[in-house]
Structures are given as structure tokens and as C-alpha cells.
């Protein structure tokens, strides 16, 4: 049983398309997160969501937009791609333990290569 | 603002050998998280610890250690009696307390094992 897992692993595109990946969490968590991963491995985050409702929206291009049709889902769509957006994405999420704080463990999905030519 | 320092890009060791993975952190807040994850090459994000900024106790898991000191800002990783299998990057992580925030990472350490 996959935990957090994404659809495609790969995707190889041309510039100028738009393209989407889709995130799904079986782990009854209530938030959900992208992270980017450079060429040279540097994670950081892109959104988070929480029951469907942004919580973090970093500083990424507005070609780049997250989608949560439910709390288990968190799809990233990318318009218009360019060469620059070619990384390595991943999807996670964690248990929201609400007003009591606590940034419970993030569990991430197996990763999104994004190759754009 | 909050910052993760991994000194260490790069670290060979021979197999059975114990390596220590470095990190050293900054935030302002008083609650705070601190997180190790391993990269294998196949290239998942796998969790291996979390630690709250008010538990300093050192904790154990088989080959791997992890030495918490508040007042270094230290965050050390060590695996003894290392393993190939143990070659990955290793990622030190820091959050808020505060649900649904984001994780800092530091940069990475890869560590090769050979045999």
C-alpha cells in the first residue's frame, strides 16, 4: 500500500506546453505539500494545503498552479513550461494536529522528473 | 529567519566505519522541529527522525544515533559500522511549530560507502 504517491514518474515535455501531476495521500492526513528539488538537490517548498485550503504559497511563478479537489489530492498544473522548470517535484503530507501546533512528520511521495526540452 | 547548514557536501568512507553527518541550525523561535531524511539513488525521500527544540535527549535506532545540544545549534547524525547501503544524501531538515508549515532543508551531505 503506497502511502503518497504521484503520477507520472517521468514526464518529458516541450517547451511551451502545460502539463499536470497528480498527488494522492492514503495516510488520512490532513495536509498536503509540494517541494521542488533542483539540479543540485535543494528541496524547498512550493504550497501547502490544508483541508483544501492554501496555507503556503511561496514565491513560484503563477504558471504554477495547485489544485486540491480533496484533502487526499494535491495536483500541481504548470502552464506554459520552460527550460527552468525542470526538476525533480515531489508531493508530501502530514497529519494537521490542529490548534494545538505541532509540525507533525512530513511523508513524501517517490518524486515527479520533470524534463523540459 | 530560518536556516539549516550542512558543512559537509561530500563524505567517503570504507565500509564499517562510523561517519558523522553535520548540522547546524538557526530560528528565533523557542518550540522549533528538526528533522533527518535519507535520498537513496533511486531517489525517494525517506523519514528517519524527528526531534521537538524541548527533547535534547540523544536517541538510538540500530547503527543510527543523533546528538541534540540546544546550545551549539546542533543537530549530528551519526551511523556506525556503515554500511554501502547506507550511501545516500542526507538531508537535515528544520520547521515551526506550527502546522502544515513548511520544512527548511540544508543542502545535503552524500555519503558513499564502499566496500
Known amino acids: 500500500d503506497t502511502a503518497v504517491s504521484q503520477t507520472p514518474k517521468y514526464l518529458v515535455t516541450q517547451m511551451g506546453n502545460d502539463k499536470s501531476i497528480k498527488c494522492e495521500q492514503n495516510?488520512?492526513?490532513?495536509?498536503m505539500y509540494w517541494y521542488k528539488q533542483d539540479s543540485k538537490k535543494f528541496l524547498k517548498i512550493m504550497f501547502s494545503?490544508?483541508?483544501?485550503?492554501?496555507?503556503i504559497n511561496e514565491t513560484v511563478p503563477n504558471r504554477f498552479s495547485p489544485k486540491s479537489p480533496d484533502k487526499a489530492h494535491l495536483n500541481l498544473h504548470i502552464n506554459s513550461l520552460e527550460l527552468g522548470d525542470s526538476a525533480v517535484y515531489f508531493c508530501?503530507?502530514?497529519?494537521?494536529?490542529?490548534?494545538?501546533?505541532?509540525?507533525?512528520?512530513?511523508?513524501f511521495g517517490p518524486g515527479t522528473r520533470l524534463t523540459v526540452l | 529567519a530560518q536556516k539549516v547548514t550542512q558543512a559537509q557536501t561530500e563524505i567517503s568512507v570504507v565500509e564499517k566505519e562510523d561517519v558523522t553527518l553535520d548540522c547546524v541550525y538557526e530560528?528565533?523561535?523557542?518550540?522549533?522541529?528538526l528533522f533527518w531524511y535519507k535520498q537513496p539513488p533511486s531517489g525517494e525521500l525517506v523519514f528517519l527522525i524527528r526531534?521537538?527544540?524541548?527533547?535534547?535527549q540523544n536517541e538510538i535506532s540500530g547503527r543510527y544515533s543523533w546528538n541534540f545540544q540546544k546550545s551549539t545549534s546542533s543537530f549530528n547524525f551519526t551511523i556506525t559500522a556503515s554500511q554501502v547501503v547506507d550511501s545516500a544524501v542526507y538531508f537535515c531538515?528544520?520547521?515551526?511549530?506550527?502546522?502544515?508549515?513548511?520544512?527548511?532543508f540544508g543542502k545535503g551531505t552524500t555519503l558513499s560507502v564502499s566496500s
Open positions: 508530501a503530507s502530514s497529519q494537521d494536529w490542529g490548534g494545538r501546533g505541532s509540525a507533525d512528520t512530513q511523508y
Open positions: 495516510l488520512g492526513h490532513d495536509t
Open positions: 494545503y490544508n483541508n483544501k485550503e492554501l496555507i
Open positions: 530560528t528565533r523561535d523557542t518550540t522549533y522541529y
Open positions: 526531534r521537538n527544540s524541548f527533547d535534547e
Open positions: 531538515a528544520l520547521s515551526k511549530n506550527q502546522a502544515g508549515t513548511a520544512l527548511i
